[in-house]
């Protein structure tokens, strides 16, 4: 079946530092892509709609140039956040659009876990 | 805009049966789906339904009432390992990206 890599599952690093989330469909081509972050005992709020080779699209008071969103390549969508701060640490979940379209729409990562210090 | 409404905890027994009950409006409709996640995973898709009525996958099942604007997930024989968050989901059919928009979860408890 359809698998969604994402790197790092998680990361601690200090206030200020930027930090790259990368997302990679494995077996199939995704030209859309989607973060997610959520934060403890809730949902899972849409980010951002990354699309191949255009600019991504973001969800109300999502900052754009916080979050850097990158997708090159048809297997490869980024996620950077910029200069971090601890209000960032949160659980960032990507997942890729699913090719044959039916009753699962996309295929999530694994998540990455953030925490800033 | 697209809303989905369902209960912030259930807590069952062990072997017993649970029913997690999803309210939604859109302004739209293409289908309710349900994931489910455990702590510090990501969400895995149980099922879909895009018409009335009930669908069986192992002890899980989902239903949907289009005119209710209602669907809910049964799960059966339960296990200590279903103690997860479950959420309804429903797509946006005006959304050329095919998004998804999801409940707030339901967190089950489960009794030894």
């Known amino acids: 079946g359809a698998v969604v890599s994402q790197h790092p599952s998680w990361v601690i690093c200090k206030s200020g530092t930027s930090v790259k989330i990368e997302c990679r469909s494995l077996?199939?081509?995704?030209?859309?892509m989607f973060w997610y972050r959520q934060f403890p005992k809730q949902s899972l709020m849409l980010m951002a709609t990354?699309?191949?080779?255009?600019?991504?699209?973001?969800e109300q008071g999502v900052e754009k140039d916080k979050f850097l969103i990158n997708h090159a390549s048809l297997t490869l969508s980024t996620l950077t956040v910029t200069s971090a701060h601890p209000e960032d640490s949160s659980f960032y979940i990507c997942s890729a659009s699913n090719p044959t379209g039916g009753a699962q729409p996309q295929h999530f990562g694994d998540g990455t876990r953030l925490s800033i210090l | 805009g697209q809303s989905l409404e369902q209960p912030s905890e259930v807590t069952a027994v062990e072997g017993a049966i649970v029913q997690i009950n999803c309210t939604y409006q859109?302004?739209?409709?293409?289908?309710l789906s349900w994931y489910q996640q455990h702590d510090g995973g990501a969400p895995t898709f149980l099922s879909y339904n895009g018409l009335d009525g009930l669908e069986e996958t192992g002890r899980f099942s989902s239903f949907l009432s289009r005119s209710d604007s209602y669907g809910y997930l049964l799960l059966q024989e339960l296990q200590m390992k279903d103690s997860a968050s479950y959420f309804c989901?429903?797509?946006?059919?005006?959304?050329?990206?095919?998004?998804?928009?999801f409940g707030k979860g339901t967190r089950l408890h489960i009794l030894p």
């Open positions: 077996d199939f081509q995704a030209t859309t």
């Open positions: 990354s699309n191949e080779g255009s600019k991504a699209t973001y």
């Open positions: 859109t302004s739209g409709f293409y289908g």
């Open positions: 989901a429903v797509r946006d059919p005006f959304d050329r990206d095919d998004k998804i928009i």
